[in-house]
């Protein structure tokens, strides 16, 4: 007879390490990608007169605050789509023969 009352996996569980490049890794280039294309049209300086003409940020800074964001933007993106792609054997319990 079969315990169904023990958890079965599809596959074993991914180290954290394993886990978080898979996320961080691509983010980081699409970011990188991203940050390149947005400033080929767009001078920091200029966007700064039209958003914030008080603060003194340099063209560096600029660049750095886009390419974070747009990191945390596709970081954020790669979480969902592994949170959806988890097996749903490892969080639902087989149901019991009838």
Do not use: C, K
């Amino acid at each position: 007879m079969t315990d169904y009352t023990a958890p079965r996996f599809d596959h074993p569980p991914r180290p954290l390490t394993q886990r978080l490049g898979a996320i961080l890794w691509p983010s980081f280039f699409s970011a990188a990608v991203m940050t390149m294309v947005f400033f080929a049209f767009v001078d920091p300086l200029a966007l700064r007169d039209m958003t914030f003409p008080d603060l003194p940020l340099t063209r560096t800074l600029g660049y750095s605050i886009a390419f974070f964001m747009f990191w945390l933007a596709t970081a954020a993106s790669s979480l969902f789509t592994w949170i959806l792609l988890r097996p749903a054997s490892r969080y639902n319990r087989p149901l019991p023969p009838e």
